[in-house]
């Protein structure tokens, strides 16, 4: 019998940790992450490091960043020998499964999980690839603000559909991995994509709110005047090709929140399955997002930078029996959750087989240490024409981007981050230290040139793969009707002997 514990990863998409409870928000009403947070450890300063969905995903499966895998934007292929933390747990003796969105480009649409529940919201072909040759067009896959000025209340989406699906899948599976007789502990992540954009929910969600209680942005636009990297985004967005008014950033925070509360309700209902599967109790739970979402701070929306809104993200383990109930301050990222993982499915060794990564294990944190950390971001997609890159360690948080002023914050006194200090004081200290760091970290003219090697490569590809018949890389999910409920090949008492749950013994 195999004691070792179960993972359960809930994954949120474009969820910043600022617009929950367990992070001080007063809106959002979340009961069950407001549970998972008072039972368990809540990282304060947790990060995504490339603030987009596809690269950031690629670093919490690989613990590696975009400059290590090439893995730098929404259509991007990191390679299928890149050990992933499926592979390191499946290697260990861990059933993988993945359910919902990982946002996964190329042929490998499973990169180390034995099991996909469902295919993915978004596709799997390099057509979103960006062009940083051609950074004055704005391609049509781009974001663009109806997203925010079409906000609201709505009867159904895409999204909900795809979160239904995944929810549901999640939940059998969780109820089947109680039946069956693999005694094989499980790591299994469900992937949610709400809350991300467009800004829409229905009901019960949309009326949990009403419009006096949703907050405003804290930071206005003014803020980012002056800001190359802001202006950027602005353009590749769209937002100044339509009006933006007070009603549609209250619509748009509006129905986040419900976004948020949606997921949320899937949480509880993931939590509930556990524990009428007598699992919860062997079973440590995480709780993150792949990046945030600024939410109209600065005039901004969406990602794409490094700024708190859409790189700061939640980050919970909970684990009573485990863990006792505390906050850490120190910062870490996602590029940390592979050696994490790695360490609970080797009782607190790295395996023999481990390969490089760039994080660093999280468990010692879970145990109660704290430390001023570190972490590193990269960001290599539109809205910037050359590499983006942050640093943040203890309260300083340093931004650096070629032809753009450098950016350097102090979130202990200046947590909105409307002081650059890098601009106010340029001979402060700390401002060349952090500079000097950051070009001895990076080498900045092969990163580029690798980036832009890449996007044409994939370009390529990609108008290659349009003419003729086409193959889709889409992952199909397996479901084999000859094994599902009740066949004549099955022998009836044994079959509903199996399927009952907790199983009984005949008196017959």
Known sequence: MDNRPNILILMADQLTAGAISAYGNCVAKTPHLDRLAREGVVFDAAYCNSPLCAPSRAVLMTGRLPSSTGAYDNAVEFPAQSPTFAHYLRADGYRTILAGKMHFCGPDQLHGFEERLTTDIYPADFGWTPDWTRPAERLDWFHNMDSVTLAGQCVRTNQMDFDEEVGFAARQKIYDMARDSDERPFCMIVSMTHPHDPFTMADPYWSRYTDAEIDMPRVGASVSLGDPHAARLRHVCGQDLQEVTEDNIRAARRAYYAAISYFDDHVGALL???????????????????????LGERGLWFKMSFHEGAARIPLIVHAPSRFAAHRVAAPVSLVDILPTLAAIAGEGREPDYATDHDG???????????????????????????????????????????????QLYDLAVDPDERVNIAARDPADARVASMRAETMARWDFSRLHADVLASQKRRRLVSRALEQGRRTAWDYQPVRDASQLYMRNHMKLDDLEAMARFPRVVSTG
């Open 360 to 406: 660093r294990n999280l468990l010692p944190y879970c145990d109660g240490a704290d430390d001023e950390g570190g972490i590193f971001g990269e960001y290599c997609a539109e809205g910037v024409v050359s590499p983006m890159v942050m640093i943040r360690r203890g309260s300083l948080k340093f931004i650096h981007c070629a032809g753009d002023p450098d």
């Open 272 to 294: 509930g399955a556990l524990q009428e599967s007598r699992l919860a109790e062997n079973t440590i739970v995480v709780v993150l997002a792949d990046h945030g979402e600024m």
